[in-house]
């Protein structure tokens, strides 16, 4: 009987062994294709160029009953001002591989904020008034960026692409009000570094000219504030930090013009004859 359950352990023993060293199917990881599309976008020795901007103005308050602020917002009274922000911002590329490019841009931001006057009525015996407070900024930025091109579904038409950002810059803002012929406030330098990731989509129009959006997504960056306040006391600041997040004020729309060298236009007439 001992002989018998032995041998029957020894042959499933054996069986398994067998089983095992027979299954040498290779399991393939799944592949989902990201980044190895055999479609060309934009072709190696193309050089880029473009501008994107952006302009808005906003005036507050200009109705004697203004009733939006009515509701909104019970407690502020007599709200008078306006807002503006301009941005223009030219770039250049070079595809050193199809569908990657480097490049260069620059950036210009200004930014105003002006407030006429505003009552903050907290309670009958509380309240708050401020006039003639303003803010002005403008900022100067260049960057060197890395751009890869991903097209949707092998379209020549239609890409999205991931654009890495390293950009350095200089601003100047001033925070004041007046009070008769006085005039209060403080004046900062501002010194900035910031490494992005940009995603966008860009979508071809004709042959050469290309729309584009774009959103600012994850950076970090550094900033260095040195700050005068009325032309007495100095304060210095600097901070640093990471971010991932989408950045709804970063959206930027844009045209971009894409120019096939002579390198890369010969290259099609091979192709041509090549096919004839």
């Given at each position: 009987m001992k002989k018998t359950i032995l041998t029957a352990i020894i042959a499933l023993a054996a069986t398994i062994s067998v089983a095992a060293k027979s299954d040498t199917t290779a399991i393939k990881p799944f592949d989902r294709g990201?980044?190895?599309?055999n479609s060309c976008f934009i072709p190696k020795g193309s050089v880029g160029a473009g501008i994107s901007f952006s302009y808005s103005k906003y005036d507050f308050g200009n109705m004697v009953n203004d009733a939006g602020y009515s509701m909104l917002f019970s407690l502020v009274q007599d709200l008078h001002g306006s807002m503006t922000s301009f941005t223009i911002s030219p770039f250049v590329s070079y595809f050193l591989l199809d569908n990657l490019a480097i490049g260069a841009r620059f950036n210009y931001?200004?930014?105003g904020f002006g407030l006429d006057g505003v009552n903050l009525s907290i309670s009958e015996d509380l309240g708050l008034s401020m006039k003639d407070f303003h803010f002005f900024k403008?900022?100067?930025?260049?960057?060197?960026?890395l751009r890869n091109y991903m097209p949707l579904a092998n379209s020549k038409r239609f890409a999205m692409f991931t654009e890495v950002r390293a950009t350095g810059g200089y601003a100047q803002s001033e925070t004041y009000k007046k009070e008769g012929e006085d005039k209060f406030g403080t004046y900062q330098d501002i010194y900035t570094f910031e490494l992005g990731v940009v995603p966008g989509i860009s979508a071809f129009i004709t042959n050469e000219v290309a729309l584009e959006i774009s959103v600012g997504l994850l950076g970090f960056d550094y900033q260095k504030v040195v700050q005068v306040t009325n032309q007495v006391e100095k304060s210095q600041m600097e901070k640093s930090g990471a971010n991932f997040k989408i950045n709804l004020f970063s959206i930027s729309f844009g045209m971009s013009f894409y120019i096939p060298t002579a390198q890369n236009k010969s290259k099609k007439i091979k192709n041509k004859q090549v096919a004839l």
């Open positions: 990201i980044g190895k599309s931001e200004r930014n403008q900022s100067y930025t260049g960057s060197l960026t």
